[in-house]
């Protein structure tokens, strides 16, 4: 039986006992096993359901920490750690040797990231060792933001779940590949804008550079089960009514109010307001929520196609599961 709890010496005695721990961080809620730990991060991927090709997040404590993963820190690595670690960016860098091939799906590099949250600091260090950490979902499913969403998709799987209050950004870090002073962008985040900026004078590998792969970002991840359909503004109201007319029970997210004709009807209409650090925040915990076996479809108003959406545009898009909403290029 797993149970929800604050104390983080509990947690970093499940992690040296080579068990899973549910950790907060100001992204998203993390399934976390002791990166040192072959048996147990074998565990993480049986747990999530997760093939194994998709590699892991390392999560550290402090900068020297770097050294201890990866090898041949450039001075960009450096710069980047020192603005935005820790905090919602992944860096990809050339890995040590004997970093397991379990946690990189054989590639030559690793992911890290020093992750901004108190409650998962404290436990780093208390662990000290590394902590490999996917979202704590299944895998496909929409990731957690709170400790109550893990105990929902993986409570049989997990020790304890350490209650770190609801997710800050809400959606999952950045993560840049950093080579030779080149870099690409491999998963958009809240940080895109601010990454982009810092990184203005270095060249970006092409959009088709594909020698390095995340897996797990392709398409139709982080979805639903009940069908996400996203539509113009212009278009939500008159959706909804055709949906409701065939019968069907519908949740809806628009950034305007329920019209007259639809109140009362079987419909579930959540305004929110028009700002992509709130929208993120809530993101995933609107999509459970909407995702209940009461509703049949999920019909969500299209946000804005300026840069601050660009993250929430592309996470949509994977809980669509097709490439219907055009996404800005940041890089
Ligand atoms: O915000 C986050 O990054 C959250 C929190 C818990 O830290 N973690 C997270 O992990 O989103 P996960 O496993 O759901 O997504 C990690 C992504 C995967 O798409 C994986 O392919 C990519 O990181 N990745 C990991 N190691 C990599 C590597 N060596 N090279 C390229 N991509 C890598
Ligand atoms: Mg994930």
Redesign the pocket.
């Known amino acids: 039986m797993s149970f929800i709890t604050r104390d983080t010496w509990r947690a970093a005695e499940q992690l040296e006992a080579g068990n899973l721990v549910g ?1 907060p ?7 976390g096993a002791d990166a040192t730990n072959e048996v147990a991060i074998r565990k993480v991927f049986a747990a999530k359901g ?1 093939p194994l090709d ?4 390392v ?1 550290i404590a402090t900068y020297e920490d770097m050294v201890a993963w990866a090898r041949d820190i450039s001075p960009l690595a450096i710069s980047l750690a020192k603005k935005f670690w820790p905090g ?1 960016l ?1 860096m ?1 860098l050339p ?1 040590q040797p004997w970093v397991s091939d379990l ?3 054989g ?1 030559d ?3 890290l ?1 020093i ?1 901004n949250h108190d409650l998962t600091l404290k436990l780093l260090v208390q662990f000290g060792k590394g902590m490999v ?5 299944r895998y496909q499913y929409v ?1 957690p933001t709170s400790a109550q969403h893990v105990i929902d998709d993986l409570g049989a799987e997990v020790s304890l779940v350490l209650d770190g209050g609801p997710c800050g ?1 809400g ?3 950045t ?1 840049v ?1 950093l080579a030779d002073n080149q870099y690409k962008i ?2 958009r ?1 809240s940080l895109d804008v601010q990454i982009s900026d810092a990184l203005a004078s270095v060249d970006s590998l092409p959009a088709n550079y594909h020698a ?6 392709d398409l139709l991840h982080y979805a639903p089960r009940n069908g996400l359909q996203i539509v113009a503004a212009h278009e939500l109201d008159d959706t909804v009514y055709t949906a409701v007319q065939r019968g069907l029970n519908v949740a809806v997210l628009s950034f305007h109010q329920c019209p007259a004709n639809l109140i009362g009807a079987k419909v579930i209409w959540q305004q929110v307001e028009l700002t992509a650090i709130s929208y993120a925040q809530h993101l995933y915990a609107n999509l459970r929520r909407h995702d209940h076996p009461h509703n049949d479809l999920i019909i969500w108003e299209q946000v804005p196609d300026t840069v601050e959406w660009a993250a929430i545009r592309d996470r949509l898009t994977r809980a669509v599961g097709t490439q219907i909403i055009k996404c800005t290029t940041v890089a």
């Open positions: 950790f961080t100001e992204t998203v809620y993390g399934l997760r998709h590699p892991l997040i999560h919602p992944t990809v890995k946690i990189t799906a590639q590099t690793v992911a990231r992750p950490g996917p979202s704590a979902n990731s950004v959606i999952e870090s993560i590949y491999l998963r985040g390095i792969k995340a897996p797990g970002t």
